[in-house]
Structures are given as C-alpha cells and as structure tokens.
C-alpha cells in the first residue's frame, strides 16, 4: 500500500544539480505546498510549469512522486505550490552507498558559531552521516559542519533529521547534507563515489 505525502512530512526535490529540502505544510487532494527549509542563499528555484520528483522517506523506505510547480512564493519564507501526478512508488534504496566510515566531524554551535562539538562519522553516503553526540540537536535544524577528510577540512552545511538516543546514553544524530553545489561538498562526493 503505497504511503502518501502527508503534512509536516519531510521531503526533497533535485533542481539545477542541487538537492533542495522542505518542509510538506500543507495537502490537499493532489495539490501540495513545500516550505523550502534549505538556505536561499545562491539557491535557484524552479519556475512555474517545471517538472519535479518529490522524495520523501518512510519507515526505511524511499518514495517518490512526480509534481510540477503550479507557482511559487517568495515570502519570508519561500513556498512552492506543486500538483502532484500519479501515485508514489517505493524507489530502491541501495543504490545510494553508505559507508561505514569513522571520519572527525566538528560541528560549529550557539552565537556565531564559535562552539565547536566534536564527533566521528558512524557511516556516510552522498545523501548525509551519522554519528554520535552527548546531547542532541533540535530535528530539522540546520547545523555546519567541517568533515576532516585524508587531512583536509571540508566545510559542509546540512539538516537534522533524527535524533535516537541510544543505550549508552549519548544520542545518534542523522543528518542530510544540503548544500550539494559547493566545491567541498563535490571533493567529498568524488571521494565517496571513488571508493570500491
């Protein structure tokens, strides 16, 4: 039985080589308004008339629905109106690799970002990490991080989506990257599509 798009429900959609993330605020029949939670900042939106997939994951399952954009509002915070064609279908998971890496990872917290937290990867894929933290962060929070990889500082940005805590005490803290189009996001996915 296919699981439909339902409100408060994240989702993403892929537009001009950049994975962008929202929010569902509001259903209707098959019409849908998706609040753009990733940053504005250089991001292009589709215009009107253009096709999209919207993906959304449940209970462990990647689901996929065609939508074109009816119209888009540039308030404070943007909102794209989207009809949706068809129904979902359930895509196939493993082809996105997820890699059981232990990499450092710091994330930069509270007024300017000058705490830092200080972790390891658990696993990481082109899609996002996880790993572990003693306290967690507010889910769908966005957080920038730097990943250390073969030395170097990669600075990325991304978005909580979970937090589980787990029996030692500390909280497993999942996160999907959300800035795809800058130079240290593409070093990383290069490494993580090099590997065997």
Known sequence: MAVFLSTNTHASFGYDETV??????LRLADQCYLE????????RLPPPGTVIQVRWQWNQTLWQQNAY???????AQPVLSVVLE???????????????LSLPVTFSTGPLGLKK???????????????????????QSP???????RGAPLHLQGRVLRCVATRSGMTQVAIRFTQTDNADFKLLKSYLESLP
Do not use: W, Y
């Not at 962008?20 to 605020?25: C, L």
């Not at 954009?69 to 308030?75: F, G, M, N, P, W």
């Not at 957080?143 to 990889?149: E, G, P």
């Open 20 to 25: 962008i993330e929202t929010i569902v605020k």
């Open 36 to 43: 753009i939670i990733t940053p504005l900042s250089g991001l």
């Open 69 to 75: 954009v009816e119209r888009t509002d540039l308030s």
């Open 86 to 100: 068809g129904d979902p279908h359930a895509q196939e998971n493993r082809r996105i690799r997820r890699h059981a």
């Open 143 to 149: 957080v920038a991080m730097t990943l250390t990889l």
């Open 117 to 139: 937290i200080s972790s390891e990867t658990e696993d990481i894929s082109v899609q996002g990490l996880r790993c572990q933290l003693e306290k967690p962060f507010p889910e």
